[in-house]
C-alpha cells in the first residue's frame, strides 16, 4: 500500500539527498510488536490491578464497571509509538483520565508511578528480547544497503534506551555513521518527538543539512519531530494499518509507502531494468550475473586507476567519500582484498577500512586482518640491491624536469607522466642499464612508469595463488573470486582466473586483456561494486 501526501512534492530518490536518518522498531528491526506486547501487558497488568482495587472499595458486588483492557490498535500507535518511554505513560494514561504521579527514575515495577509503569514496561520488554531476539527488516536491510553504496551517511534515531541493545541483537550495529537514542536524548537535554530536537542531533552529528536529509519514521510523533526538523523528505513507513497510514499523511509525510522496497524501485527499478541501466552505462552485469550465478563473489582490487583514478603524483590518489563507503559495504557483506603497486603501509593508509587483506609492492608484502603477514625470502634478499637502484637512477634524473623516483619496500617506480615525452627514451635507457648492473632485479612497465623489482617468479597473479589458499577459497565451490584492475601489472592476476574466476578490467576494451569482462572508468567500479552489494542483500 502506498499513500502520496498531498502537499510538499519532493523528488524520492535516493541520490537527491546526503543522508538518511531512521527510526529504529518497526523501520529498521521487527522490534516494535515487542514493545507493543510490552506495553499492553504493562497497562494491562497495572489497568487491571486498578479495577481490582476499586472492586474491592466499591463492596461484594462491584460497581459493574468493566475492565477495558489497551488496545494496541489504535491505543499504541496514538498515544506511545514513537515516544519516550514516560511520554507514552503519560499519553495513555491522559487519554483513559487516569492521574498518577510522576514518582522517580527508580521506582521499582509495581509502585503507583509514571515512572514505575515505564519501568515496567522495559522489564518486559528485555524480557521478550532475551526469549525471542530481534530481525531486521529486509526491505530496510536492503534500503541501507543501498544507501551506503550510494555514499549517503546513515544515522539510527529512536526514543527507546535499548536502541544499542537492539541493534546488537540484530546484527545491525555497523550499518550506521550515527545513533540519537533515549539515553543519548538525556544526556544532551534533547526533547522528545514529536520535537524536533532527536532529528537535528542526528543531521548535526553527521555534519549535513536537514534539507538534504531524508527521515524515514512509522511513527506519527517521528514523522511530525522531522518535519518540524526541516527534512528535505520525510517518509511515512506504515507496515499495514489502514487509519495510521492517513495519520503519518496528515502529520508531515510526503510519501507514505507500505515497505522501502517502493523506494529503492526509483533506484533500481527492479533487477532486470537495473541490469539494462547498468549494462547501457557499459557495465557487464548480465555476464557478472551469468558468470556468478548462486555463489557468492570474493573481491579483490586494484587500487590506484582503479578505486582512485590515475593522477600525476601517487600521493594526489585520495580514494572518495562515496567509493569507501560501498567499499566498505563490501567488505563487510564479502571476502574483499586490495592488491597494490603502492607500499604496504601507504595503500593500508589511503583505503583505511578494517577487515580487508591487503597486499603492498604488486603483492610482495601482505598483511592479513589478524596481523599475519607474508612476502618473499628472496624479495628481501634484493632489498639492499633496490636501495642501490634507487640512488643510481635518482642520479641519472637530476636533470630530467618531471621524472621523479618512488622509493618503496619491495620496489622502485621511476614516474615520467610528468616528463616531457622526448626524454621518455632516455629514462628507459638508464632503467636499463641499472637493471642490467643488478641481477636480484629486473624492469617491469606500467602506465607512465617503470619500476625495479626482485627477479624472482612473484608478480599480482601469485599473490592473488597465495590470497585464495590462505582465505581458503581456492577451492570453495560456492565462491567465486573476482579481480578488478586497470594495469598491465593487473594481467597476471586475471591470468589466474581464467579458469574458475572473474577478471574485469577497467578502462580497457574487450580484445586488449586477457580479462572477460570491462569496465570503463572508476566511477564504473564504484556503480559495479555496488550492484555486487544490492545482489548480496537481496540474496539474489
Known amino acids: 500500500m502506498s499513500l502520496q501526501a498531498d502537499t510538499n512534492p519532493v523528488s524520492f530518490s535516493l541520490q537527491d539527498y546526503q543522508a538518511v536518518v531512521l527510526d529504529l522498531d518497526g523501520v529498521i528491526t521487527r522490534s516494535q510488536d515487542l514493545h507493543a506486547r510490552a506495553w499492553k501487558r504493562a497497562f494491562d497488568e497495572f489497568l487491571h490491578a486498578r479495577w481490582q482495587q476499586k472492586q474491592e472499595q466499591a463492596g461484594e458486588h462491584g460497581d459493574g464497571a468493566r475492565f477495558g483492557p489497551f488496545r494496541i490498535d489504535p ?16 499519553g495513555f494514561l491522559g487519554a483513559r483520565g487516569i492521574d498518577l504521579p510522576e514518582g522517580d527514575p527508580d521506582d521499582p515495577p509495581g509502585r503507583d508511578s509514571i515512572q514505575a509503569l515505564g519501568n515496567r514496561k522495559n522489564e518486559l520488554f528485555l524480557e521478550l528480547l532475551d ?5 531486521v527488516y529486509e526491505d530496510s536491510r536492503d534500503f541501507l544497503c543501498l544507501a551506503r553504496c550510494m555514499g549517503l551517511r546513515t544515522c539510527v534515531v529512536s526514543s527507546s534506551r535499548n536502541c544499542a541493545a537492539l541493534l546488537t541483537a540484530a546484527g545491525a550495529a555497523e550499518c550506521f555513521d550515527g545513533k540519537v537514542d533515549g539515553r543519548d536524548a538525556d544526556e544532551r537535554h534533547l526533547a522528545g ?109 586494484d ?16 580514494l572518495s567519500d562515496a567509493m569507501r563507503a560501498v567499499l566498505g559495504q563490501v567488505a563487510r557483506s564479502f571476502p574483499t582484498a586490495v592488491i597494490s603497486g603502492r607500499d604496504l603501509a601507504d595503500v593500508r593508509e589511503r583505503v583505511g577500512i ?6 603492498g609492492s604488486h603483492g610482495f608484502d601482505i598483511l592479513f586482518p589478524d ?16 636501495a642501490e637502484a634507487a640512488d643510481a637512477m635518482e642520479e641519472r634524473l637530476d636533470d630530467v624536469e618531471g621524472a621523479f623516483v618512488e622509493r618503496k619496500r619491495f620496489a622502485v617506480a621511476v614516474h615520467y607522466r610528468l616528463a616531457e615525452d622526448e626524454r621518455r627514451g632516455e629514462i628507459e635507457q638508464a632503467v636499463d642499464e641499472i637493471v642490467a648492473g643488478h ?64 577478471g574485469i578490467a577497467v578502462g580497457r576494451a574487450p580484445g586488449q586483456t586477457v580479462a572477460p569482462l570491462t569496465v570503463g572508468d572508476v566511477d564504473a567500479v564504484r556503480r559495479l561494486l555496488c550492484w555486487l552489494c544490492r545482489r548480496g542483500c537481496a540474496g539474489a
Not at 578494517?354 to 597486499?359: P, S
Not at 612508469?449 to 601469485?462: A, R, S
Not at 577459497?473 to 579458469?499: H, I, N, Q, S
Open 131 to 135: 526469549q525471542e531476539g530481534v530481525e
Open 371 to 386: 596481523g599475519a603477514g607474508h612476502s618473499p625470502e628472496a624479495a628481501r634478499d634484493a632489498l639492499p640491491a633496490l
Open 193 to 301: 518527538k514529536p520535537a524536533p530536537d532527536i532529528f537535528l542531533a542526528a543531521a548535526g552529528d553527521l555534519g549535513v543539512a536537514p534539507a538534504d536529509c531524508m527521515a524515514v519514521e512509522d511513527a506519527v510523533a517521528g514523522v511530525e519531530a522531522a518535519s518540524r526538523a526541516g527534512f528535505g523528505c520525510v517518509i511515512g513507513l506504515n507496515r499495514g494499518q489502514e487509519q495510521q497510514a492517513r495519520a503519518l499523511a496528515r502529520n508531515g509525510a510526503h510519501r507514505v509507502v507500505g515497505s522501502l522496497a517502493e523506494l529503492t524501485a526509483n533506484d533500481t527499478q527492479g533487477d532486470s531494468a537495473d541490469a539494462a541501466g547498468m549494462a547501457m552505462a557499459g557495465l557487464p552485469i548480465d555476464g557478472l550475473r551469468q558468470r556468478l550465478g548462486t555463489r557468492t563473489p570474493a573481491v579483490f582490487l
Open 439 to 502: 641481477r636480484e632485479l629486473r624492469k617491469r612497465a606500467g602506465k607512465k612508469i617503470f619500476e625495479f623489482v626482485p627477479d624472482i617468479d612473484w608478480d599480482k597473479g601469485e599473490a592473488l595463488r597465495l590470497l585464495l589458499e590462505v582465505m581458503e577459497l581456492a577451492d570453495d565451490p560456492d565462491t567465486v573470486p573476482l579481480y578488478l584492475g586497470d594495469d598491465e601489472t593487473d594481467e597476471d592476476a586475471f591470468a589466474v582466473l581464467e579458469e574458475r574466476g572473474i
Open 75 to 90: 491505543e499504541y500507535f496514538r498515544h506511545v509509538d514513537g515516544k519516550p518511554r514516560y511520554d507514552g505513560v503519560r
Open 303 to 318: 587500487f590506484d586507476g582503479t578505486l582512485t583514478p590515475i593522477v600525476d603524483r601517487p600521493s594526489e590518489a585520495l
Open 354 to 359: 578494517d577487515g580487508l587483506v591487503y597486499a
